[in-house]
């Protein structure tokens, strides 16, 4: 309630629950059953070099070197409704930390690569455990371990993370 300017209560008053459903959605038939959507059209700053292609719309990691596409991970990022959203716009790694624990949340963030401010790319176990029900603190999730331990072995820093809606 204190969130969202609402005089707090305690309760769930009428006005509490109007603002909590105005907040949701209906979920599609994909977002029930976990599907995920197809990965879109590749950027075109994911077109040369070393690129993580984040891609925001499907939901979708791509390691891109050279315009190939190596690898296809599905991705969770922040919250909108929090304000801890992943920001967008062309990055570069500028630290891998294989054991990274967070200093904010005290949460684990194996094969991190950060890229701006504090928000990396990571495996996390609440994304494997809930999916998409679920949020960042800004970053973005990666749910497969073993592929983003993989992909943590491929990535150098100074690598572009472009993060982009397809």
């Known amino acids: 309630q204190a969130k969202r300017e609402i005089p707090v209560t305690g309760d769930v008053d009428q006005r ?3 603002r909590l459903t105005s907040m949701t959605t209906t979920p599609t038939d ?3 059953h976990n599907i995920q959507p197809s990965p879109g059209a590749l950027d075109a700053r994911c077109r040369t070099g070393r690129v993580l292609c984040i891609d925001k719309t499907s939901r979708t990691l791509r390691w891109v070197v050279d315009g190939h596409v190596l690898q296809t991970l599905e991705a969770r990022f922040g919250s909108t409704i929090s304000d801890t ?4 716009g062309l990055f570069h790694v500028y630290l891998k930390d294989a054991d990274h624990v ?3 949340f005290g949460s684990s963030m194996p094969y991190s690569m950060f890229f701006s401010s504090g928000q ?3 495996y996390s176990s609440d994304f494997a455990a809930r999916g998409y029900a679920g949020a960042s603190h800004g970053c973005v999730n990666v749910r497969d371990y ?3 331990a993989w992909l943590y072995d491929q990535v150098r820093v100074g690598d572009d993370v472009v993060i982009y809606w397809s």
Not at 85 to 88: D, V, Y
């Open 16 to 18: 509490t629950l109007d």
């Open 30 to 32: 994909d977002e029930l």
């Open 85 to 88: 959203p992943t920001r967008e």
């Open 102 to 104: 967070s200093h904010m």
């Open 120 to 122: 990396a790319v990571h």
């Open 146 to 148: 073993d592929a983003v």
